[in-house]
C-alpha cells in the first residue's frame, strides 16, 4: 500500500525501534531503523491487486454458477448491462473497503502498543490509511444506492431520475441503510484522519463496525422467514468476518513492524473468536435460506453455500498453521513464512468475500409463498395458537443475539472464575449464581416459547419488559462482573498495549460513565423509558423492525442495570453516594413506576395501534382490554423486585455503618495507646471551646 508522508507531529514519527522516550512536546531525534519502515508500497500493491483478482474472479464465476447473471425475461423491466454487470462488482468494492477500514482502525486502537495517549507511529499510519479506505467506502455505498435503484425498478441509468433515488433513499428501508452506511463511514474518515488519540480510533473502530450493519439488517435476511435467525446471524456474520479479515491485512500492511509478533499474537486469539463465531453464523442462516439439508447439493445456492463452508474450514487450517508454526517462528524473528502464508490467507478471504457477494445476488431455494399470510410476513412465523403452560415454555422462538450474549456471557464469566481459583482466589458462589441465573432467564425471556406472545399480545410484551428491566438486571448487578474482570484479566506483556483490563479502567473513570452513573440521571432514563415508549408513537416503530425491537429489548436491561448498579451495586465505578439519598432515589423510583401502571390502566386508547391491531390473535380477549392487564402486570410486577431491592438498601447501609463504627474504633485505640486525640476528641474538644466563646455581639 502507499505509504502516506507523515506530518511533523511527534505522534506521526517513524517509529525508532528505540524505547518510546518521546514526550508529547518532544519529538524523537533518531532516524527511523531500516527493519521499522513500514511494508514497501510494491508489495502492498502487488498482493493487493492478487487478492483483488481473485475476488472478481471468483465473484463472477459464482454469479454465474448461481443464476445471478441469468437473461432477463422479456416483458419484465431490464435495468439494463451497466447496472447487471456493475452491480455485484461495486457491492464488491464496498464489502472490501468496509473490511479495510475495520481492519486498519481496530489495529491502530487495539493490537497495537501507543505512545501514551497516542497510538504508535504505525498506528499512526494505519488510521490514515483507516481515513481513505473509509472515504472511499462511503462514495461506494452511494454509487450502490444509485445502481440499486436502477436495479429495483429495472430502470437503466441514463434513464434514472434524481427524484427516484432521493426517493428511494429518504422513503425506503433499503435506501435509508445505504444512506446511513455512507454517512457512518463518512465519520469514520473524518475521525481516522483528525485524530491521533487511542480513545479516538477506538471511536472510529465502533462506528466503522455499526456502519457493517445496516445493509445486513434490510437486505437478504430481512425479507426471510424467521427473521430472529435470520437478521441476527448475518449481523454477526459480517461483523465477525470483517474484524478477521480486515485484522490479517492491516498486520500485513505493518509486518516489517517490531511491534508485528505481539500484535499477531493479539490478533490470533481475536481470529478465534471470529472462526468459531463466522461458522456458527453462517450455518445458522444458510439452514434459514436452504431450508432443508438436501439443497445443499440439489440447489445452486447451496453449492455456493459449500464453497464458503470449503473457504472456511482452508482459513481453519490455515489459522491452526499459524499458531502452531509461524507465530513461535515470528517471535524467534523468522518473518517470512508468516507473511507468505498470510498473503495466501488474504487470497482465501477475498475469495470468499466475492462469493458472498454472489449468494446475496443469488435466488434462495426458499421461494416467497404466492399467498403469503401476512402475519407470517409481518413476524417471520404463524399466529401462535392459544398459549398453555407448554406453548409457553415450548415451541421455542430462538434469537442468535441473545443467546450469543448468554453464551459468551456465561463461558466467560465462569472462565474467570477458574482463573482466579487457580491462583488460589475464592470468589462467592453466590455471585456466579446471580449471574448465571440473570442470563439463563434473559435467554428464557427471549427465545422461548413466551417470546412469539411478547409480538402479539401487549399484555406478553410488558411481562416480557418488566423481566428484562427489573428481575433481569437485578441479577445481573448482583454477580458483579467488573469487580471479577478487574480481577481476572491479564495485564499485556508490553506496557504499551492497553487490554481489555486497561480499556474497562479507562471506561469506568470516563466522564460518560461518572454521567450516567448519576443517581438521578440513571433514574432519570429508566423512567424517561418507560413512559417515552408507550405514550408515544416509538413503540410501534420498534416493533416493526427486527433491529428495533432488539434495540429495545436491549435498552430495557441496560437501563435496568444501570438503575440498580447505581442502588444496590458493588463494582467499582459507581459514585459514593450516601445510602439515605439511594434510598430516596429507590422510592422515586417505585412511585414512578407505579404511576406509570396507573397512568396505563386510565388510557382509553390502544397504545401502537398500526401494530397491535394488525397482528391482534383472534382467539384474544379486545386489544384494549389486553392492553388494561398488561398495566396491571405492570403495576403489580414491581413490587416484590422493588422490596428486595429495598431490603438490600437497608442491609448494605447497615453494613456501612457497622464498618464507619469499627474504623472510629480502631482510631480510637490508636490513640489512646500513642497518647494522641482521635478525630472524635479533637471535634468534642471544637465543640467544648466554641461553647466557651463569648459573645461578641
Known amino acids: 500500500m502507499h505509504q502516506p508522508t507523515p506530518s511533523p507531529t511527534p505522534r506521526s514519527l517513524p517509529d525508532t525501534g528505540r524505547p518510546e522516550q518521546a514526550g508529547p512536546g518532544r519529538p524523537e531525534q533518531a532516524g527511523p531503523d531500516r527493519s521499522e519502515r513500514p511494508a514497501s508500497a510494491a508489495g502492498g500493491w502487488l498482493v493487493g491487486l492478487v487478492a483483488a483478482g481473485a475476488a472478481v474472479a471468483v465473484l463472477l464465476l459464482a454469479l454465474r454458477l448461481g443464476g445471478a447473471l441469468a437473461a432477463a425475461i422479456p416483458g419484465l423491466p431490464d435495468p439494463g448491462p451497466v447496472t447487471t454487470w456493475a452491480l455485484p462488482p461495486v457491492r464488491l468494492l464496498a464489502d472490501a473497503l468496509a473490511t479495510l477500514t475495520v481492519g486498519f482502525a481496530v489495529t491502530a486502537a487495539f493490537l497495537l502498543p501507543g505512545d501514551g495517549t497516542s497510538v504508535s507511529a504505525h498506528g499512526w499510519l494505519l488510521l490514515r490509511r483507516a481515513g481513505l479506505t473509509a472515504a472511499g467506502w462511503a462514495v461506494t455505498s452511494l454509487t450502490l444506492l444509485v445502481l440499486t435503484v436502477s436495479d429495483l425498478l429495472g430502470v437503466p441509468l441514463d434513464r434514472l431520475g434524481a427524484a427516484s433515488v432521493v426517493s428511494f433513499g429518504v422513503d425506503i428501508a433499503q435506501g435509508r441503510s445505504l444512506l446511513a452506511q455512507a454517512g457512518l463511514a463518512a465519520v469514520v474518515a473524518v475521525a481516522a484522519r483528525v485524530g491521533v488519540s487511542r480513545g479516538t480510533a477506538a471511536l472510529a473502530s465502533a462506528v466503522a463496525l455499526v456502519g457493517l450493519l445496516p445493509p445486513a439488517l434490510t437486505g437478504h435476511a430481512a425479507g426471510a422467514g424467521n427473521h430472529q435467525i435470520a437478521v441476527s446471524s448475518l449481523a454477526l456474520h459480517v461483523l465477525a468476518a470483517a474484524l478477521w479479515a480486515g485484522g490479517l491485512a492491516a498486520l500485513l500492511s505493518i509486518r516489517r513492524s517490531r511491534h508485528l509478533p505481539g500484535a499477531a499474537a493479539r490478533y490470533s486469539r481475536l481470529a478465534l473468536a471470529c472462526f468459531v463465531a463466522v461458522a ?90 404466492v399467498d403469503a399470510d401476512p402475519v407470517t410476513e409481518v413476524l417471520g412465523f404463524g399466529m401462535p395458537a392459544a398459549p398453555t403452560a407448554a406453548h409457553l415454555l415450548g415451541q421455542p422462538l430462538p434469537d442468535l443475539f441473545f443467546l450469543t450474549v448468554t453464551v459468551v456471557g456465561i463461558a466467560a464469566y465462569l472462565a474467570g472464575v477458574r482463573r482466579l481459583r487457580r491462583a488460589g482466589h475464592r470468589w462467592p458462589a453466590a455471585r456466579t449464581a446471580s449471574w448465571v441465573g440473570g442470563l439463563l432467564v434473559l435467554a428464557a425471556a427471549t427465545g422461548l416459547g413466551f417470546a412469539r ?245
Do not use: C
Open 280 to 369: 456458527v453464523s453462517g450455518l445458522a442462516n444458510a439452514a434459514v435460506r436452504l431450508g432443508a439439508v438436501d439443497q445443499l447439493w440439489q440447489s445452486r445456492y447451496g453449492w455456493l453455500v459449500l464453497g464458503k463452508l470449503a473457504a472456511l474450514v482452508a482459513l481453519g487450517l490455515i489459522g491452526a498453521a499459524h499458531r502452531t508454526r509461524t507465530l513461535p517462528g515470528l517471535r524467534a524473528g523468522r518473518r517470512g513464512a508468516f507473511a507468505r502464508l498470510a498473503a495466501g490467507e488474504l487470497m482465501v478471504f477475498a475469495a470468499t468475500v466475492g462469493l458472498a457477494v454472489a449468494l446475496s445476488r443469488s435466488p434462495t431455494p426458499v421461494a416467497e409463498p
Open 453 to 697: 406472545y411478547a409480538y402479539v399480545l401487549f399484555s406478553a410484551h410488558m411481562a416480557q419488559h418488566m423481566v428484562l428491566s427489573m428481575l433481569v438486571p437485578i441479577l445481573l448487578v448482583g454477580g458483579a462482573p467488573v469487580t471479577l474482570a478487574l480481577r481476572a484479566l491479564r495485564r499485556p506483556d508490553d506496557p504499551q498495549v492497553r487490554g481489555a483490563r486497561e480499556w474497562l479502567l479507562r471506561g469506568l473513570h470516563s466522564r460518560l460513565t461518572r454521567l450516567l452513573t448519576h443517581p438521578v440521571v440513571a433514574l432519570g432514563i429508566y423512567t424517561a423509558s418507560l413512559f417515552g415508549l408507550y405514550f408515544s408513537d416509538l413503540l410501534g416503530t420498534l416493533m416493526r423492525s427486527h433491529l428495533g425491537h432488539l434495540a429495545m429489548l436491549g435498552h430495557f436491561v441496560v437501563s435496568g442495570y444501570l438503575l440498580f448498579w447505581v442502588l444496590i451495586g458493588i463494582d467499582p465505578g459507581r459514585p459514593r453516594v450516601p445510602h439515605p439519598i439511594l434510598v430516596l432515589i429507590h422510592l422515586a423510583a417505585m412511585m414512578a413506576h407505579g404511576f406509570f401502571g396507573l397512568a396505563l390502566m386510565q388510557t382509553t386508547t390502544v397504545i401502537a395501534p398500526d401494530w397491535y391491531l394488525g397482528v391482534h390473535p383472534g382467539w384474544a380477549s379486545s386489544p384494549l382490554a389486553d392492553q388494561k392487564l398488561g398495566a396491571g402486570i405492570a403495576w403489580a410486577f414491581g413490587e416484590i423486585p422493588a422490596a428486595v431491592v429495598m431490603v438490600l438498601l437497608v442491609r448494605q447501609w447497615i453494613r456501612a455503618d457497622e464498618r464507619e463504627q469499627r474504623r472510629l474504633d480502631r482510631a480510637a485505640d490508636r490513640a489512646e495507646a500513642t497518647g494522641e486525640d482521635d478525630d472524635l476528641a479533637r471535634y468534642n474538644a471544637f465543640l467544648a471551646a466554641t461553647a466557651r466563646r463569648p459573645d461578641r455581639n
